[in-house]
């Protein structure tokens, strides 16, 4: 994960309840519905998924993301105070920050890129 182009090094702290919950989503095709999902919250204007060797890739054109502290927070309803995101006004589908911990359903290894506009 990087911030500012350098990794993150701030404490990511995950409990094992959270991680049981997370294991509701038992295919790829779930996981993949959670980040296209997370790209609609995100205001993202395209979206690209690839998917080849052991490799899958989501690619979104969103706000992105401005706090790695709360990108990581799970259960703390941030997006549950927000009716509508500001760009597309859409109506947000997430709202316990769980989905972004699918992919440990997947695999080992994740990497987030991000970049925004303020």
């Known amino acids: ?12 702290e995950i409990h094992r309840t ?3 919950e997370v ?14 999902c997370n790209g609609w919250d ?9 998917i080849r060797d052991n490799l899958i890739r989501i690619e979104d054109w969103g706000s992105g993301i401005s ?3 709360l990108f990581w927070g799970v259960a703390d309803q941030h997006k549950s105070m927000i009716d509508l ?7 947000p589908i997430g709202r316990k920050g769980l989905g972004k911990l699918s992919f440990a359903m ?6 987030v890129e991000t ?3 303020y």
């Not at 995100?42 to 690839?50: K, S, V």
């Not at 995101?85 to 109506?91: D, E, G, L, S, V």
């Not at 997947?106 to 990497?111: A, R, V």
């Open 67 to 69: 706090s790695f502290k």
């Open 23 to 36: 294991a509701k989503y038992p295919n790829v095709l779930d996981t993949i519905r959670e980040y296209v």
């Open 106 to 111: 997947l695999g080992d290894d994740i990497s």
């Open 115 to 117: 970049r925004t506009s």
């Open 85 to 91: 995101t500001p760009k597309f006004k859409r109506k």
């Open 42 to 50: 995100a205001d993202a204007e395209r979206l690209e998924i690839e």
């Open 18 to 20: 959270i991680l049981e």
């Open 1 to 12: 994960m990087m911030a500012d182009s350098k990794p993150y090094t701030g404490r990511i």
